[in-house]
């Protein structure tokens, strides 16, 4: 019997706070603030949100925009004070709202007082705080780095960064910026259980863990085999992804500081695809944490064994075996699924998975409104996804990326293949799908200057997508003549939370595995029971209802706010990016 738990119900709402709203209390004009998020709590109470997940905001030289920590225990100036965050819990408090804080341990920043230490000399006590290794000579005696593992955001340069002062390399996996803590060390350990501490003892009710499978890495730093032969250096995921002590340091911080408190954690754990490993990790009985986030569907399109700057192509049968998966594994398993389709890492899911022209963008964003929360696991909607926003045209310049990764990926582009078209248009390709700006761009208010998201006369951090008149909060808000995309999300997760029996806790069955275009499955539980049939194609697909899915009739859809007009037997026809949810017979 599936306990009950109020963080499997919860639907989990994630704030990019550079991008949320500017209320003008932040250290720089046209940059998103704590008092700005404060300020749409009833916005987000109304839409059926009970936890905030935000986006780092503690002080940070803002390589990575806020993964890269200095300080733990304070806020940065660009977001406000530790006051600001105070007022914001108890406002929280008050709509009976959790938050989430995000944890990023696996790596400091540079500028962290630690790493500052562990880099003065190698005789510092905090030297072993981090990893720090000798050069390779070659016979010619040119230094080279430890391994040949590349930088994950530094688009294949190497994970080491070299230190003049000391002669020796520290690993930073994701930018020379961000050196990765030494978890082996146990003085490391106790810090980061402090860190939980002090935001526990603050008022807030879990962390969204950073990377966190990538504490532990594989002793001697091995070499990987190489899959990306254009380059020197090769993604190493499989000798720090889900290392040797990963379970053990996860159940330290259970024990340590989790279990004594009442939480809401979920791990981010790219890389890992192996189900006993994942259930180790999510299981109700001895998990570490309550659920993290697996990725095979937000990676679907990266070519197998790179990261993310590469294209795959997938169909919707992709989609639907990745799905019934995860959800048939925890629900035999007792484990626990996360639901999400977006985050501030990747492309917006309309332009993503479905298609996001005037024509189709409402009924794409309501498709897949309508998949996630029909499906079992916690929900995650990350910022404008509840509005249907879409990635940046395709006509903005590379020069207005912002994003560390994405510039990175420009540079290195433009240095390996100077001048050849071919290669940079397909670099100009993959930014204009992959990059993680399309996710970054500022919320879309209301259809004034900047989108209402700062003031008409101040200049935004990062250029406000062109589509902001149309596509705006207000405007869906307001919408009278049909469901706006965002009324649409507030029904669906109203009605999740309605029939949590079935869509929260449900027993979970693929229906029609055969089809490329139409995904289509059962959920069962709480004595009720749904059929949902999602079209991921732009073609009319006639569908025939199998033998278990005879439906009594269909009581939602994306093309009408009423009850579908369909037949509820034999052979129906699914219109382009159509989705359907019925109830069985
Ligand atoms: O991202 C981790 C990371 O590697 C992702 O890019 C991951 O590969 C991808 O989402 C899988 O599809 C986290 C943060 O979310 C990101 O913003 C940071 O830049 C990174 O860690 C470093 O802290």
Redesign the pocket.
């Known amino acids: 019997v599936e306990k009950h738990r109020w963080w499997k119900e919860a639907c989990v709402y994630q704030i990019y706070p550079s991008s949320f709203l500017d209320s003008g209390a932040g250290s720089r004009p046209g940059w998103g603030d704590i008092p700005g998020i404060t300020s749409k709590l009833d916005y987000l109470k109304h839409l059926g949100v009970d936890v905030l997940w935000i986006s780092p905001i503690y002080k940070s030289p803002q390589a ?2 806020g ?2 920590i200095s300080d733990y225990m304070d806020i940065d100036p660009l977001y406000g004070s530790l006051a600001d965050i105070d007022k914001c819990i108890a406002e929280l408090k008050k709509r009976d709202m959790k938050l989430m804080m995000d944890l ?1 341990v ?2 400091t920043s540079d500028q962290h007082a630690w790493f500052l230490e562990s880099r003065s000399s190698k005789e510092n006590p905090k030297r072993d705080w981090y990893h720090w290794q000798p050069p390779k000579f070659d016979k010619d005696g040119n230094r080279h780095p430890p391994n040949n593992w590349s930088m ?2 530094g688009e294949a340069n190497s994970a080491w960064t070299w230190d003049e002062k000391t002669g020796e390399y520290y690993l930073s996996l ?1 930018t020379a910026e ?1 050196p990765d803590l030494n978890w082996e060390n146990p003085e490391v350990r106790k810090a980061v259980h402090d860190v939980l501490r002090f935001w526990l003892d603050r008022g807030a009710s879990g962390f969204r863990m ?2 966190i499978n990538l504490i532990s890495k594989v002793p001697g730093y091995p070499d990987v085999d190489i899959v990306e032969p254009d380059h020197e250096f090769q993604p190493g995921f499989k000798h720090f992804a889900n290392g040797p002590h990963l379970h053990e340091y996860l159940k330290e911080i259970r024990r340590e500081v989790l279990d004594k408190y009442d939480t809401i954690t979920v791990g ?1 754990m ?2 890992v695809r192996d189900e006993e490993e994942i259930l180790r990790i999510v299981r109700e009985k001895d998990g570490e944490l309550n659920m993290i986030f697996i ?1 095979e569907l ?2 679907i399109d ?1 070519v197998p064994g790179s ?2 700057m590469t294209l795959h192509p997938y169909d919707a049968n992709d989609i639907k075996k990745c799905v019934n998966r995860w959800q048939r594994l925890m629900v035999e398993k007792d484990g626990w699924n996360s639901v999400f389709c977006e ?4 492309p917006r899911s309309v332009s993503r998975y479905t298609d996001d022209s005037d024509e189709y963008r409402e009924l794409g964003a309501k498709l897949l409104c309508l998949m996630q929360t029909t499906l079992s696991g916690t929900i995650y909607v990350y910022q404008g996804e509840e509005l249907g926003m879409r990635n940046v045209p395709p006509e903005w310049d590379p020069e207005e990326y912002k994003d560390i ?1 994405s510039i990175n990926y420009w540079k290195k582009m433009n240095s390996m293949y100077p001048n050849n078209k071919k290669k940079l248009d397909h670099a100009r390709h993959v930014l204009q799908r992959k990059a ?1 700006d399309h996710a970054r761009t500022p919320v879309q208010w209301t259809a004034e200057p900047n989108a209402g998201f700062c003031k008409p006369d101040v200049t935004p951090w990062m250029r406000v997508n062109d589509d902001y008149q149309t596509i705006n909060a207000e405007a869906q808000r307001k919408q009278q003549d049909r469901l706006s995309v965002l009324q649409f999300w507030k029904r669906g997760l109203a009605n999740r939370k309605e029939h949590k029996g079935a869509f929260v806790y449900g027993d979970f069955e693929l229906l029609d595995d055969a089809s490329t275009k139409i995904f289509a499955y059962k959920r069962t539980g709480g004595d009720e029971a749904f059929v949902i049939v999602l079209n991921f194609s732009e073609d009319e697909i006639p569908w025939t209802l199998p033998q278990e899915a005879k439906v009594k009739s269909w009581v939602a859809g994306n093309y009408t706010d009423g009850k579908p007009e369909k037949a509820t037997a034999g052979t129906i026809s699914v219109r382009p990016w159509e989705g359907l949810l019925g109830e069985p017979c």
């Open positions: 990575d925009m993964y890269d990023v696996n790596h994950i955001l994701f961000q950073d990377v981010e790219p890389f990725f937000v990676d990266n990261y993310r985050n501030h890492d990747n990764e993680r």
